[in-house]
């Protein structure tokens, strides 16, 4: 480890231990969260998603940024993505537990998606948080990871200029150059099944309103991946 990766490590350290040892940190987190839910999406995914990048790219590349790596651009294409997941997250998190209804799952509540709000564990909660896991990233997340791949592409088409970035995006050509095997191989078919199903299913499990804070956290998980999908990608050519 290098003496970036300590700094790195501190400044982590200081902007979460508050919340394990002052409760208020946590009471003004929860009344921010209820108070501006798509807000405060943008903010946490815009900073720990794009942390999670930089992660990626010191795996990659032995440094947390580079000249084209582009921070502000990729900070607000997460910032975005959050929103579009809390969206999703109320779709999902209230439809499917009712498709299991509609295929005869008794519920114990008049609302099928109430099980999942409900203190500890059960094999229904499961079963709810299961339907969520699995719907939310059988047709959401490929949708989601295609946009985050041709908005990567483009940044790194820009130079990481955030200007620049905001330039219509020739989605046709880069459909064209992208690696989309080792999309499809890896991100689509491995990182879904093995550990997105699972992951949000344990998330769909937590109080309602920690949801969007572990799956920012797990959007950190996301840089690495997508780090090991690039370097699977330059073996390639």
Same mark, same amino acid.
């Given at each position: 480890?290098?003496?970036?990766?300590?700094?790195?490590?501190?400044?982590?350290?200081?902007?979460?231990? =508050?919340?394990?040892?002052?409760?208020?940190?946590?009471? +003004?987190?929860?009344?921010?969260?209820? /108070?501006?839910?798509? *807000?405060? $999406?943008?903010?946490?995914?815009? *900073?720990?998603?794009?942390? &999670?990048?930089? *992660?990626?790219?010191?795996?990659?590349?032995?440094?947390?940024?580079?000249?084209?790596? &582009?921070?502000?651009?990729?900070?607000?294409?997460?910032?975005?993505? &959050? %929103?579009? @997941?809390?969206? +999703?997250?109320?779709?999902?998190?209230?439809? /499917?537990?009712?498709?299991?209804?509609?295929?005869?799952?008794?519920?114990?509540?008049?609302?099928?998606?109430?099980?999942?709000?409900? =203190?500890?564990?059960?094999?229904?909660?499961?079963?709810?948080?299961?339907?969520?896991?699995?719907?939310?990233?059988?047709?959401?997340?490929?949708?989601?990871?295609?946009?985050?791949?041709?908005?990567?592409?483009? %940044?790194? !088409?820009?130079?990481? $200029?955030?200007?620049?970035?905001?330039?219509? @995006?020739?989605?046709?050509?880069?459909?064209?150059?992208?690696?989309?095997?080792?999309?499809?191989?890896?991100?689509?078919?491995?990182?879904?099944? %093995?550990?997105?199903?699972?992951?949000?299913?344990?998330?769909?499990?937590?109080?309602?309103?920690?949801?969007?804070?572990?799956? +920012?956290?797990? $959007?950190? %998980?996301?840089?690495?991946?997508?780090?090991? +999908? $690039?370097?699977?990608?330059?073996?390639? !050519?």
């Amino acid at each position: 480890m290098k003496k970036k990766d300590f700094i790195v490590i501190a400044v982590v350290v200081i902007v979460v231990l =508050p919340f394990f040892i002052f409760p208020e940190f946590i009471h +003004a987190y929860n009344r921010i969260n209820a /108070s501006f839910p798509y *807000l405060a $999406s943008f903010v946490k995914f815009a *900073l720990l998603a794009t942390f &999670g990048e930089c *992660l990626g790219l010191r795996l990659r590349s032995g440094v947390y940024n580079k000249p084209g790596f &582009g921070i502000l651009p990729r900070a607000l294409v997460w910032g975005f993505l &959050g %929103i579009t @997941i809390k969206v +999703a997250f109320v779709i999902f998190g209230e439809g /499917s537990p009712l498709v299991l209804k509609t295929l005869g799952v008794p519920f114990p509540t008049e609302n099928p998606a109430d099980v999942l709000r409900q =203190p500890g564990l059960s094999w229904i909660k499961f079963f709810a948080a299961l339907s969520v896991g699995t719907l939310l990233n059988l047709l959401f997340a490929p949708v989601f990871m295609t946009f985050h791949r041709l908005t990567d592409m483009h %940044i790194m !088409h820009t130079g990481g $200029s955030l200007l620049k970035f905001l330039t219509p @995006i020739p989605v046709a050509r880069y459909i064209e150059e992208g690696d989309w095997i080792t999309f499809w191989n890896f991100v689509i078919k491995k990182t879904i099944p %093995i550990f997105w199903i699972p992951a949000q299913t344990l998330n769909f499990m937590l109080p309602e309103g920690y949801r969007i804070l572990v799956a +920012a956290l797990y $959007s950190i %998980i996301l840089g690495v991946l997508l780090s090991l +999908a $690039s370097l699977m990608a330059m073996k390639r !050519h």
